[in-house]
């Protein structure tokens, strides 16, 4: 996908991208591929792989759930170099955004594309979901939490849930749709206050398939979640699945 393509595809789906945000976008790319000369950020390093499995990837949730093109505040849990969070910013300015990512060097990245881009009302933290999700200044604290290719279902459930106020919803952003992996969930689900909201299976202009799962979180989080580092991922609640 060129940038060209990027912005068609996306104005033809009522999602419209100004001049002014495909500059953004252009020196996020370029300073995305200087800076993983010396620090791995992303094994994808082709601009046309990054305009369509970073950029236009990171934007589907705007597609497919109008209440995102609002003002709200949105925690992108294991950020990395910045997706989807960051794409997502760009595109809807009205979002209070945190990046949360365990690894220093992806937060020291963060914090200079968001000076670059001067994007306001982002905040970057350094450190595991399970313990953020603790600090009262963060617990319940956000409309939607968000993750893409961090972890299995199960476990991301235990991750996000505890950041969203009752009311609110997560999005997982995931490469194929395993229908037992929600099913499998029920009891991660009600020990954390979630109910599956929607599902969206779709494809990407290049054909690779990909499913967004929402969940609304309809009652508070039970204090003991989530369990401490590294819990969450070698015993899920109700299991493992993808
Ligand atoms: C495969 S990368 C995906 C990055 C980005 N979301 C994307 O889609 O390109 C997973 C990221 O999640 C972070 N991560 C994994 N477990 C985490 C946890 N428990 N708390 C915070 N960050 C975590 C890792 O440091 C890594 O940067």
């Given amino acids: 996908m060129n940038p060209d393509e990027f912005v068609t595809t996306l104005n033809n789906q009522s999602l419209p991208i100004s001049n002014r945000k495909m500059v953004l976008f252009q020196t996020y790319l370029e300073f995305l591929l200087e800076y993983s000369k010396k620090v791995n950020l992303t094994a994808i390093k082709e601009p046309k792989d990054i305009w369509l499995k970073h950029f236009y990837d990171s934007l589907t949730p705007l597609l497919y759930l109008p209440d995102m093109n609002k003002k709200a505040s949105l925690i992108d849990i294991g950020s990395g170099a910045g997706f989807p969070g960051v794409p997502l910013k760009i595109v809807n300015q009205k979002f209070q955004l945190t990046l949360l990512d365990s690894l220093q060097k992806r937060i020291a990245f963060l914090d200079q594309l968001i000076d670059k881009l001067n994007l306001k009302n982002v905040e970057t933290v350094h450190g ?20 893409r290719a961090v972890s299995n279902t199960n476990t991301l459930l235990e991750l996000l849930l505890p950041f969203v106020k009752v009311g609110g919803k997560i999005i997982l ?9 929600i099913y499998g969930a029920s009891k991660a689900l009600e020990e954390l206050g979630g109910r599956v909201s929607q599902s969206f299976s779709f494809e990407l202009p290049n054909d690779d398939p990909r499913v967004l799962i929402t969940i609304d979180k309809i009652s508070s989080t039970k204090k003991r979640y989530p369990r401490k580092a590294g819990v969450p991922e070698k015993s899920p609640i109700g299991g493992k699945h993808d």
């Fill in 173 to 181: 952003m995931k490469t194929v749709h395993v229908e037992s992996e």
């Fill in 128 to 147: 595991r979901a399970e313990d953020f999700a603790h600090n009262l200044n963060y617990r319940e604290k956000y409309d939607f939490a968000i993750a």
